[in-house]
């Protein structure tokens, strides 16, 4: 069964242990700050995620353990729902900038997971000021040394998730050295450390690629994967063993389901229609009702023991009803006016969300209204393509990919040149 180790008394890694213990899953969703906690790790998987992944947990705060609510609010271990069966197969990810924390604070969640990730990927600000995820690239003994203190002291894989570099030769280099470390899955984000926000662009399927081709352990995609159909996309493109979804995923849960195949004269599903259009290669997905999804995500938090940060619902509503709440501006306004205090939602016991399905629920009945105005028409007829995106807009009340458009000046997305020293010594920031 995924998820459980089959023989305690060896250590499966690579292929083995992709295999047998993650049950060669085709469908991952991502490690997010404050977004793949527990109740939205158990909506995905209700909609075909196969292996998630925690948010990012700082190693050295977890390992100190000062900060009292940071362990919990990170990493619940009393209530036996994180890592328990509900939960797995699960990957803990890491960020850090040494070895003893990382190796205190994984021994820590050693029992609770599958796999302890790396992350050598975050490109914002607060990782360059804390030096971790993308901001370490260029250090490559420092990396191995991370990598290679997990490998021979946990009893599970270690696996790590990165960023391209510039060029095809450095990224496969890197790729090669995690692998040698003990990396036992690599996951690769075909965009630079630069890519990030409006400037985001493209990523390079192609280094992908060339990364799966180099090394001899199972290679996840990131980047590009918007639209159920993407997926075949990018791993026919890239020759992965899995694709990762970040954004994708927080808009639509639902991004790696095909669509099912109601009646095409309603409205109100994801189907395709009899006469081709330029939408129907993206629309070959599950696009579920918004609201729909946001009252089944409200109701996982409410049930559960172990809590939900405020921060995290409240994101996750805004993500998923997104293009409803544009329609309706009023609601969005008196949706964001809501506030939940951690005292209140700890003492409520799930009653302080109420007033969040207060808003949904009179959402879904306009909803309601559009729908039957809509009748009789084709999702594709429903569905314009953006002229500046070239993606199709599907209706208001579906799920569906928040899509920015590429920056304006073709230049802005690119990193600057590198240097000789890039990949071996520190560079100046």
Sequence with gaps: MPGVTLDSSRKLGG????EKVLGNPKFIVAPMVDQSELAWRKLSRRYGAQVVYTPMINAKMYAEGVRKPYREQNFDTVHG??????????????????????LTSAKLLEPYCDAVDINLGCPQDIARRGHYGSYLQDEWDLIYEMINTLHKNLSIPVTAKF??????????????????????????HGRTREQRGHRSGLADWEKIRAVKEAVSVPVIANGNVLFYGDIERCLAATG?????SAEGNLYNPAIFMPAPSPPPSDPSSSTGSSQ????????????????????EYLSIVK???????????????????????AKYPDLRERMGRIRVER????????????????????????????????KGKTLEELSPIDEVTGFPVLPHWLAQPYIR??????????PPAETQQSGVQIVGM
């Design 15 to 18: 292929y083995e242990f992709f």
């Design 163 to 188: 960023r391209v570099f510039p060029t095809v030769e450095k990224t496969v280099e890197y790729a090669k050295m995690l692998e040698r470390a003990g990396a036992q899955i690599l996951t690769c």
């Design 405 to 414: 458009p590429l920056p304006a000046e073709p230049e802005a997305a690119k």
């Design 240 to 244: 992965a063993d899995a694709v990762m």
């Design 81 to 102: 729902e994180e890592g328990g069966p509900e939960d797995r197969p699960l990957i803990v990810q890491f960020c850090a900038n040494n070895a003893d924390h990382l």
């Design 276 to 295: 081709p259009t330029p939408a129907s290669m993206y629309l070959t997905g599950y696009h579920p009702r918004n609201t729909a999804l946001a009252l």
């Design 343 to 374: 005292a209140e939602r700890d003492k409520d016991g799930g009653v302080a969300w109420d007033r969040y399905e207060e808003v949904i629920r009179e959402l879904d009945s306009r909803l309601e209204i559009d729908i039957e105005a809509a």
């Design 303 to 325: 049930a559960q023991k172990t809590l939900t940060t405020p921060s995290a619902v409240k994101g996750h509503l805004f993500k998923l009803l997104r293009p409803a709440l």
